[in-house]
């Protein structure tokens, strides 16, 4: 079944009035999705070759690179808009909801979540329990299996239906986890965060595999609202501790740029003030934050080094969740399932493009 060329014109560049949609605020970016006002998906970007990503988006990546565009270059901002959309979906620590490793990134994204967690120090109480958890073992399990589905059809159906369940399961048992670790450390919290976004994201991908669009949008939609409640406790009271100004000290000052600092202000309010928030901050009293001679603790210090990084990736993992509900209402609307339409995705995808990036138009809005 030739699914891109019934519904996309597959495109080798961005056309310049998606760059001007861009500019003017009219269009706007999540991760690999472009959408209008209305929510409607207007193209998606989708690299050639997908990999693996950090779990804490712990990566190096330029802070230049933000959802800011020039209208005078817009070559340039071809190039910025693709290097944005690939940075904010491996810096989320998530895969597209379409590629081709959709399983296999969120099984491997567990495994690096453990492996820094035990390169942190199993010693440490909390970590042993993380890791030492029935539902924590549950869900490495669904996810190697999901990474390596049966090409029989039965099979397949089963394996999917089991692990869907299975995964529901842990998703709630993380939820209430991640409820009770937010009193604690911050690195705790992120932790649980991470894998309850990852039981949630492969229960709606097994329902969608299933054919089960509805229930994947709805699953999907589920997830998200409870994934930003708590997210943004954590930015509001683990990272910013309350204070707006926190990342205006002298600590935190030369390394983030005043675009990236406006994007985390919005996520933590839950409100798009947009550059407002240079006057707001500027006119209120600086607070005074201090670094600490000494970390009382290894896990105190990698929080403290990682801040930064960590509210970043939060505030990514959210715009690219955008993306993903926008997609899954697209494979409900074209009854696709995530498989068929990687399977297309494949024969477009040349091993030797592997930093190319797949720009797809939905035939009606192209």
Not at 21 to 26: I, S, W
Not at 38 to 55: K, M, N
Request: aromatic share 8%; hydrophobic share 40%.
């Amino acid at each position: 079944m030739d699914v891109l060329g019934s519904l996309f014109n597959v495109e080798r560049a961005i056309p310049n009035s998606v760059l001007v949609g861009l500019a003017t605020g009219d269009y706007s970016l999540h991760g690999g999705v472009v959408r209008n006002t209305t929510g409607q998906i207007v193209r998606h970007l989708i690299p050639a070759a997908s990999r693996s990503l950090d779990p804490f988006g712990l990566i190096s990546a330029p802070f230049e690179m933000f959802n800011t565009y020039q209208l005078h270059n817009l070559k340039k901002m071809s190039e910025q808009i693709m290097a944005v959309s690939t940075a904010t979906m491996a810096m989320s620590g998530l895969g597209l909801a379409v590629s081709a490793v959709g399983f296999a990134v969120m099984h491997q994204s567990l495994k690096k979540v453990d492996r820094r967690l035990k390169d942190l120090g199993e010693d440490i109480k909390w970590i042993k329990n993380f890791l030492e958890t029935e539902r924590h073992a549950a869900l490495l399990d669904a996810a190697q299996d999901l990474e390596n589905l049966p090409s029989d059809q039965n099979h397949r159906t089963q394996v999917l239906h089991t692990h869907r369940s299975k995964v529901g399961q842990v998703a709630m048992q993380y939820l209430q986890a991640w409820e009770d670790s937010l009193p604690a450390g911050l690195l705790e919290s992120v932790s649980s965060q991470h894998y309850y976004c990852t039981a949630f994201l492969m229960k709606a991908r097994c329902s969608a595999e299933l054919g089960m669009y509805d229930n994947a949008v709805v699953e999907l939609a589920e997830g998200i609202a409870q994934w930003r409640e708590k997210s943004r406790y954590i930015a509001n009271e683990k990272i910013l501790q309350g204070d707006e100004h926190r990342f205006l000290n002298d600590e935190y000052l030369s390394s983030v740029p005043a675009a990236k600092l406006v994007e985390w202000m919005d996520f933590s309010a839950e409100e798009t003030r947009g550059w407002d928030w240079v006057d707001h901050l500027r006119i209120k009293p600086k607070s005074r934050w201090t670094l600490p001679s000494h970390f009382s603790s290894k896990q105190e210090k990698f929080e403290r080094e990682h801040l930064i990084e960590i509210m970043d990736s939060l505030v990514k993992r959210d715009n690219v969740l955008s993306g993903y509900e926008a997609q899954y209402k697209f494979f409900l609307e074209n009854k696709i399932t995530p498989s068929a339409f990687e399977n297309e995705l494949k024969a477009l995808s040349k091993p030797e493009a592997a930093n190319e990036v797949l720009i797809l138009a939905p035939r009606e809005v192209a």
